[in-house]
């Protein structure tokens, strides 16, 4: 069973930068694709970015474009969300998942089927 254990958030002031790291065990991340999400309070869990299993094909949604880069690492199991020129917009608990399916619409969260538990982004000064 695949197990996700996301890292890498805090408290940071507006402008500046976090990198989320996302950590695999149990399987082998190089057939999954991965996605990153976020929920903040009293709103819906939406698509931050994703990569597909080869990293060739990279999604972001338009709200985080130019600021944040989703990468990915198979030999360490890890997928990474660096963040840069936060805005106090992207507070929330962000969510690193994993997908085995290639295709359909990157920022459905149905099409995921296994799930981190979490980490808090906070931006504010």
């Known amino acids: 069973q695949l197990q996700l254990v996301e890292s890498g958030g805090g408290l940071v002031q507006p402008g500046g930068s976090l990198r989320l790291s996302c950590t695999a065990s149990?399987?082998?991340?190089?057939?999954?694709?991965m996605g990153w999400f976020r929920q903040a309070p009293g709103k819906e869990r939406e698509g931050v970015s994703s990569?597909?299993?080869?990293?060739?094909?990279?999604e972001y949604a338009d709200s985080v474009k130019g600021r944040f880069t989703i990468s990915r690492d198979d030999a360490k199991s890890a997928v990474f969300l660096q963040m840069d020129n936060l805005h106090s917009e992207d507070t929330a608990v962000y969510y690193c998942?994993?997908?085995?399916?290639?295709?359909?619409?990157?920022?459905?969260?149905?099409?995921?089927?296994?799930w981190g538990q979490g980490t808090q982004v906070t931006v504010s000064s």
């Open positions: 998942a994993a997908s085995r399916f290639y295709g359909g619409t990157w920022h459905d969260a149905k099409l995921y089927d296994h």
């Open positions: 149990g399987r082998a991340l190089a057939n999954y694709r």
């Open positions: 990569i597909s299993h080869t990293g060739a094909f990279i």
